[in-house]
């Protein structure tokens, strides 16, 4: 059977996530109870979560986390790391045995930095030798997937339900200040872990819950650009999408969002004539990010969390606030299964995000 | 002797029995094909002038008058066809270069027809057209490669100019002379009523439909008829004609009896006086003279108005394309081989050129492949039929299209192709003031606006079919295609996978 | 009353507790409940649920004359299909709430999502209301076919909305009233605004009442005679946009 990036498979899915505005962590208990009582909106096919907080010890370095499909293709990249990166440390992933995960990849990490001669040589900042590594790692070696690459956060997924993936990876021993899940129902699938999401790039991660119908157009805008969709997933082209928007051309978030889910040409005609020149720009310059079709979607980042559901609201979403928390979920009874008393809940509007950041802090952290 | 071996290509047939003799046909027909009798009260046909227009039957009040393609028949070769031997007929007689009018009818491959589109079933709901926003608006203008904003968050960038289209479709480039000012005056105010453009052609813009100007892109071409200041500004774009598709490589040529008065007046040419436009600009032998004149354009326009580059769909489009957007042009307005005409020789016509649809593929992908895409409009023409068209163009990646035989017909034209002659019954293709009347732009750009209308609707019904509520979403989404009765080839260059693959 | 304890149950088995619960006694409570669905899809008059938690989404999906209570929020297409009957939320509710229900009333104490009342539809004595104490999201009343919706948008904070937009797109049939008089701009192009009749008053009166009453509020201030009805400019909205082929 052709893996994920060899065809498009669509998925329908449940999203969640958790932050602590305050930067305070958490262990990964409650996400996992989250998305475990979505358990309806997904099949066993793929499930995951992404971690932001949780390597304090090592927040200055690249975290990747790696699929190898064989011993052979490790050994292989590494060597293409050693090449290319300082490695401060190396070792497998733990897990734990449980009975509906089967079929485990080999499960690597390693922490990073690029070689500083050869990011100077190329006059490219670590962020984009990084990134450009890792696409390369994807393309380039087979049987071998980076499933996450940010700093100080990391991604773990696999095939199974959410919340037998999180019991896996031990994520209730984990602390982060931020985590989002994800429950996949993919229409079909060849079981392969990297297909799983959410999908990362950098510190982004992706979890999204719909089938876009502006993949494609999504797909040739961001290749222009020098991504190359491997994948074929909605949740990889709308990574690459926020990656472009805010890290390349970096557009400040709130606007890159207007791009994502445009205002109406109507609404914008309604608005005072500098807020209509700056949508009317976003829109046609960017048009071709539009993401089109029902999505909602969670995207992370170092700073925090962004929600996003499409213009017209095909999907539901529904935030609330405690404290310094403020939690995203497909369902209300996800979220209050976890809290069970909101100082706010609310269904956000479509193309209006939610957006969460961490407060605070003097040195303002990278997207 | 000059014996003439042709013989007429249609036939007209009166039932005698359904005729009132009310003489119509006599006074409708410019090519007098009818003639009455008086004296025997009969009516007398001369078939050999018969194009076939349908002016005498439709009018007809009791549909006495059928056409049919004239019977005689020669032997049954599938070398030596009729059309052959009878233009060889033509040749020998008159020692002539064939001449055609409107684009290519022979059967190449329709690609349009060979592409299916997608719908949305269950994973994503497909948008219900008539009650959600289904938007379908286009920006055309060149795009800066990204946005800049201050540290407050605010827009710094300047944005070149666009014209809006609230549909991405605009009346292809029909000039004043090879069409009727009526003709003229009906594109002009159903632009204006739909939120689209016209463009003038290359016969200059008649000072009556100045004021249409918001709706309106002028065209440069070879021979700068009626291009002024005035002229340039008067637009909300500028179009410089590189080709056509009916004729690319080739100029134009309006015979001197359709410069009459007012065309001559508006060309800036005498009256009675051939209009030639040379076959290519003699201000650009290369690229770069295409640079010098986008620029020179641009200045005395102030860099209000973007600047598009009408280009033939020929072989290497794709290169092509890309130095115009190098040269600074804000789009590119490629049009394929079938692509109208009111007059091309036959033999370039129907044998230089490549479809459109291939065309298109190539460059949109070429223009990514650069990483250019996005800071250009791509727009196509050369016999986009219906709605259907238009949204498989969206999807290998068209900006919009224009279209000339479309509107046409919209007009009345009931695709005689002999628009060469100047004698049109339908007042479009002819600058004769008595032919001219028929077309009453009051009545005629209605049907221009229901005609875009529609088709706005179907376009709108197949993108919320797809899932998608702008047509932003659908520019460059080849998903949405999938190939029929394609090879492995064709695929590849549409970028597109085989049904159900 | 029976009480069933749904922490933790997955829906099916819920459902099925539910229905052995009726055989004998038709009134039960449910408590801890988190997103299980179908709650009380298709059970017939004289079924009494109270919901404690947040029922699942197709809450009551074709129920055909039972009253379901819920002591907290709802979530998306609550009342789906649904024939006759009552649903009471002390709370708010997600999108697509009454979707094509054909009778029955569904009382919202706070705001709904969007897509309220798509395609509700009346036949013959069978009219569906629904009445809702908050705001809408957008398309409220999207393809109206029949019923009403009434909107009270009670305690709303200074500019805000009480609709979203599209109101009323594609309706043709039924009547929306709403406390406020929103921008033109806010509805679809089917819809049109018309004067409330003494028979309108004494309707929204009754349902205004019972919202009232369910939810112990003092609405008495509420001047219904200065709601706005919209409805349907026309049945067969459209007529014109088609020609055979």
Same mark, same amino acid.
């Given at each position: ?127 984009? /030798?990084? %990134? ?47 985590? &989002? ?24 991660? =992706? ?24 994948? *074929?997933?909605? @949740? ?5 999408? /926020? ?86 979920? %497909? ?35 990278? /997207? | ?8 290509? /249609? ?80 040749? %020998?007689? @008159?020692?002539? =270069?064939?001449?055609? %009018? ?176 040379? #076959? ?60 109208? &005409? ?117 376009? *709108? ?41 | ?34 997103? *299980? ?131 009323? @797109? ?55 005679? #200065? ?19």
């Amino acid at each position: 059977m052709l893996k994920e990036g060899e065809f498009r498979i669509p998925s329908g899915c449940a999203i969640s996530g958790i932050i602590d505005k305050k930067g305070k962590r958490f262990s990964g208990e409650e996400i996992i109870k989250s998305i475990a009582l979505m358990h309806e909106r997904s099949n066993g096919l793929g499930g995951g979560f992404a971690a932001y907080g949780i390597y304090p010890q090592y927040k200055e370095l690249y975290a990747f986390h790696i699929f190898y499909d064989n011993l052979s293709v490790k050994s292989q990249v590494e060597d293409f790391l050693t090449k290319h990166f300082e490695i401060e440390s190396a070792g497998n992933i733990p897990t734990k045995s449980v009975p509906n995960i089967k079929d485990q990849p080999l499960i690597w990490r390693y922490f990073v930095s690029p070689k500083i001669y050869m990011s100077k040589e190329e006059v490219m900042d670590e962020d984009e /030798f990084t %990134s450009r590594r890792v696409i390369r790692i994807n393309t380039e070696y087979k049987g071998a997937y980076v499933l996450s690459s940010g700093k100080n956060m990391g991604a773990f997924k696999g095939v199974g339900y959410p919340e037998d993936i999180g019991e896996f990876f031990m994520l209730d021993r984990y602390e982060a200040y931020m985590w &989002t899940a994800h429950g996949r129902f993919p229409t079909n699938t060849p079981g392969w872990w990297g297909g799983a999401h959410p999908f990362t790039m950098l510190n982004w991660s =992706v979890v999204h819950n719909g089938e876009i119908s502006s993949y494609d157009a999504n797909r040739r805008f961001v290749e222009m650009f020098g991504y190359k969709c491997t994948l *074929q997933t909605d @949740t990889e082209v709308i990574t690459y999408l /926020f990656d472009l928007l805010v890290r390349k051309h970096k557009m400040p978030l709130e606007k890159a969002l207007k791009a994502v889910a445009a205002p109406f040409w109507d609404d914008i005609e309604r608005e005072s004539k500098e807020v209509q020149n700056e949508l009317k720009s976003i829109r046609t310059v960017y048009a071709s990010a539009l993401i089109n079709g029902p999505f909602s979607i969670v995207l992370g980042c170092a700073k925090g969390m962004i929600a996003l559901n499409d213009r017209i609201k095909l999907r539901s979403l529904v935030a609330a606030e405690k404290g310094d928390r403020t939690y995203i979920a %497909s369902e209300e009874s996800a979220i209050k299964i976890i809290c069970d008393n909101p100082d706010k809940i609310w269904s956000p509007k479509g193309g209006e995000a939610v957006i969460a950041l961490l407060e605070g802090g003097n040195n303002e952290p990278k /997207f | 002797m000059n014996l003439n071996f042709n013989s007429p290509l /249609f036939e007209v047939i009166r039932d005698e029995k359904k005729c009132v003799k009310c003489k119509l046909c006599v006074v409708q027909c410019s090519n007098k094909v009818h003639l009455y009798d008086e004296k025997k009260d009969i009516f007398k046909v001369d078939d050999m002038k018969c194009v076939n227009c349908h002016r005498c039957a439709v009018l007809c009040p009791t549909k006495a008058l059928v056409i049919k393609k004239y019977p005689l028949e020669y032997r049954e070769n599938a070398m030596w066809t009729d059309s052959t031997i009878k233009e060889i007929y033509k040749q %020998s007689q @008159t020692g002539g =270069v064939l001449l055609s %009018s409107m684009g290519n009818p022979n059967p190449f491959p329709v690609y349009w027809d060979k592409m299916l589109l997608n719908a949305s079933q269950v994973t994503n709901p497909s948008i219900d057209p008539l009650r959600e926003p289904m938007e379908t608006k286009v920006m055309i203008g060149r795009k800066p490669e990204k946005l800049e904003f201050d540290s407050k968050g605010k827009l710094t960038t300047k944005m070149y100019p666009q014209v809006e289209l609230s549909v991405p479709v605009m009346f292809a480039a029909m000039s004043y002379g090879a069409i009727s000012k009526n003709a003229h005056e009906a594109l002009a105010r159903a632009a204006d009523d739909l939120g689209i453009c016209y463009n003038t052609g290359e016969g200059g813009l008649n000072k009556d439909f100045y004021k249409y100007g918001k709706n309106t892109v002028v065209q440069v071409a070879s021979g700068r008829f009626g291009v002024h200041k005035e002229y340039l500004n008067a637009g909300v774009a500028i179009e410089i004609k590189i080709g056509q598709g009916a004729k690319p490589g080739i100029g134009g040529h309006l015979p001197g009896r359709k410069v009459g008065e007012d065309v001559s007046y508006t060309r800036m040419i005498p009256a009675g006086s051939d209009a030639i436009s040379p #076959a290519l600009h003699h201000d650009i032998y290369s690229i770069e003279d295409l640079r010098q004149l986008i620029f020179s354009l641009k200045e005395v326009t102030r860099y209000e108005k973007p600047i598009f580059v009408k280009i033939a769909a020929v072989h290497n489009a794709a290169a092509i394309a890309s130095g115009a957007v190098r040269a600074g042009s804000d789009a590119i307005v490629v049009d394929g081989f079938r692509g109208g &005409t009111g007059a091309a020789p036959t033999r370039v016509r129907d044998n230089v050129g490549i479809p459109i649809e291939l065309a298109l593929a190539s460059i949109d992908q070429r223009l990514r492949e650069e990483g250019i895409r996005n800071q250009v409009s791509l727009l196509i023409s050369g016999s986009v039929r219906n709605s259907a068209d238009i949204v498989k163009a969206i999807a290998l990646g068209a900006d919009a299209v224009c279209i000339g035989t479309a509107a046409l017909i919209a007009l009345g034209c009931h695709m005689c192709r002999t628009c060469v002659a100047g004698k049109c019954n339908w007042g479009i293709a002819t600058q004769d003031p008595e032919l001219v009347k028929r077309l009453d732009p009051e009545v005629m750009y209605k049907r221009l606006v229901n005609l875009v209308s529609a088709w706005n609707h179907e376009i *709108q019904e197949l993108l919320g079919g797809m899932g998608i509520n702008a047509v932003d979403s659908l520019r460059g989404n080849r998903l949405m295609l999938a190939g029929i009765d394609l090879n492995e080839k064709e695929l590849k260059i549409l970028g597109i996978k085989y049904a159900g693959e | 009353m029976e009480t069933i304890d749904a922490l933790d149950v997955y829906y099916r088995k819920l459902n099925d507790s539910i229905d052995s619960a009726i055989k004998t006694d038709k009134n039960i409570t449910l408590s801890g409940v988190f997103g *299980q669905r179908y709650i009380g899809r298709g059970l017939s008059k004289g079924v009494k649920i109270k919901i404690q938690g947040t029922p699942g989404n197709d809450m009551a999906a074709y129920m055909d004359g039972a009253e379901i209570e819920v002591f907290g929020n709802a979530q998306d297409a609550v009342g789906n299909t649904m024939n006759a009957g009552r649903i009471v939320i002390h709370g708010r509710c997600g999108d697509t709430l009454g979707y094509s229900m054909r009778g029955g009333e569904i009382y919202v104490e706070g705001n709904v999502g969007y897509r309220v009342g798509i395609h509700m539809k009346e036949y013959k004595d069978m009219k569906p209301v629904i009445v809702a104490g908050g705001k809408a999201g957008d398309f409220l009343g999207e393809y109206m076919a029949g019923g009403a919706i009434i909107l009270l948008g009670l305690d709303l904070a200074e500019g805000e909305e009480i609709i979203g937009r599209f109101c009323g @797109t594609g309706i043709h049939g039924g009547k929306i009233y709403i406390n406020g008089n929103p921008d033109k701009y806010n509805f679809g192009k089917e819809v049109e605004k018309v004067s409330l009749t003494d028979e309108d008053i004494a309707f929204l009166r009754n349902h205004v009442d019972l919202y009232a009453k369910f939810f112990k509020k003092d609405l008495s201030y509420l001047k219904l005679e #200065a709601f706005a009805k919209y409805a349907a400019v026309n049945k067969n909205p459209y007529f014109n946009m088609y020609c055979s082929n």
